[in-house]
């Protein structure tokens, strides 16, 4: 018989084959710890990761934890897997994300106005990719809103969506005054 590892064996042995960011609550019943435990383990974790320099970081982001390549490494590691495969959203798929992340949840039509164009092809595209989800629906329209997804937060390496920038810095000063010229 072989011993059961160790906490912290057991927490990287996990955090090595999530695709997604693991809650420290789901870790703590896996694990049967307690979450206090668990939270401070892989706080400790995280700052040796980083005190000893290593090319990965242990992130707490969307809700979960898990392991990142250490930005200091960016240049290798997308030599390595750059191999003209590399997908980029267009223009239209950023406005689109950008109008679903600030105000979601939101309807098709709602971002056909923000964004002037029709963005139904878009939204599928977007909710393929796993950035966007639907939200429910609208109660006095039964449109479908959408929202992002803890995907999306996970990929922008965000907690949540109240860590977005707020867009303010990037209005024109006078933008009450924009509108109204538009009229």
């Not at 710890?33 to 290593?54: F, K, W």
């Not at 105000?103 to 966007?132: E, F, H, K, W």
Request: hydrophobic share 40%; net charge negative.
């Amino acid at each position: 018989m072989t011993a059961e590892p160790g906490l912290r064996a057991s927490l990287e042995a996990i955090l090595l084959v999530v695709d997604e960011p693991v809650a420290e609550i789901t870790l703590a019943q896996v694990l049967e710890r307690p979450s206090r435990e668990i939270a401070e383990a892989l706080r400790e974790l995280a700052g040796e990761y980083t005190a000893q320099g290593r090319g990965f970081d242990l992130r707490e982001v969307a809700g979960g934890w898990r392991l990142y390549t250490r930005a200091e490494c960016a240049a290798v590691v997308e030599r390595f897997v750059r191999d003209g495969q590399q997908s980029r959203l267009t223009q239209a798929a950023l406005e689109t994300l950008a109008v679903v992340a600030y105000r979601q949840p939101v309807s098709r039509a709602r971002i056909a106005a923000v964004r002037g164009v029709n963005s139904d092809g878009v939204i599928r595209t977007l909710t393929a990719r796993g950035l966007v989800e639907e939200a429910g629906t609208d109660p006095e329209s039964q449109a479908v809103l959408y929202r992002t997804s803890s995907f999306f937060l996970e990929r922008l390496g965000l907690r949540s969506i109240e860590e977005l920038p707020p867009l303010a810095p990037f209005l024109p000063d006078d933008v009450n005054n924009l509108e109204e010229q538009q009229k």
